[in-house]
């Protein structure tokens, strides 16, 4: 079971990584916060500070067709705000 799925890199997350030095990651459902930091730890060689996770519910949505209501969900998904310590970095677009 692989803990880390991928970066999550958009307009919020990247200020944060610049401001606060915190990191984005969309987890697995089931890892817990210890799991999280050994994964960013062992994945990027820096030390983490903090983990907060955040679990985002699936978005319902309801189309009108002409065979009838068809209804569906996105996929819900995990986060992880990491908070690695200060003087170090996490570069997310060297894999790139």
Known sequence: MSILIKPIITEKA???SETLNAYAFEVSQKANKVEIKKAV????????EQVRTINVRPE??????????QHG???AVKKAIV????GE????YSNM
Do not use: P, W
């Open 41 to 48: 730890e062992a994945a990027y060689g820096v030390s983490v």
């Open 73 to 75: 969900k996105t996929n």
């Open 60 to 69: 319902r949505r309801t189309r009108y067709t002409k065979t009838g209501i």
């Open 14 to 16: 990247t200020t944060q």
């Open 83 to 86: 908070t690695v310590s200060d």
């Open 89 to 92: 970095v996490i570069d997310l």
